[in-house]
Nanobody, 124 residues
């Protein structure tokens, strides 16, 4: 049974940092595309970053240079280091997985497995 469990969310002031983690279980983690998405009230879920089966990474334009996605295959853990946070980064953040290369990594419909989410709140 595939499980994704996020942690690390919280409340910070603008300019601060947070590190999100997602522990994966129940599947061959290294052969999956792994992504981070976020959703704020009234908005659609949007892709933030993804790491592909070959280890390459991709980022949504608004987070480039501020967020870093990484994975520890030995620990089946996906991370998202978020620096220089802005109020517009406030959202519920979700970890997601696809059992194949990412393709269009920003499209949430491609991902078949999701965590329960962790809230990130950035105050000005």
């Amino acid at each position: 049974q595939v499980q994704l469990v996020e942690s690390g969310g919280g409340s910070v002031q603008s300019g601060g940092s947070l590190r999100l983690s997602c522990i994966a279980s129940g599947f061959g983690y290294a052969s999956y595309c792994m992504g981070w998405f976020r959703q704020s009230p009234g908005n659609e879920r949007e892709g933030v970053a993804a790491i592909d089966t070959d280890g390459s990474t991709n980022y949504e334009d608004s987070v480039k240079g501020r967020f870093t996605i990484s994975q520890d295959n030995a620990k089946n853990t996906l991370s998202l280091q978020m620096n220089s946070l802005k109020p517009e980064d406030t959202a519920m953040y979700y970890c997601a997985a696809i059992p194949e290369p990412c393709g269009n990594y920003l499209n949430p419909e491609r991902y078949g497995y999701w965590g329960q989410g962790t809230q990130v709140t950035v105050s000005s």
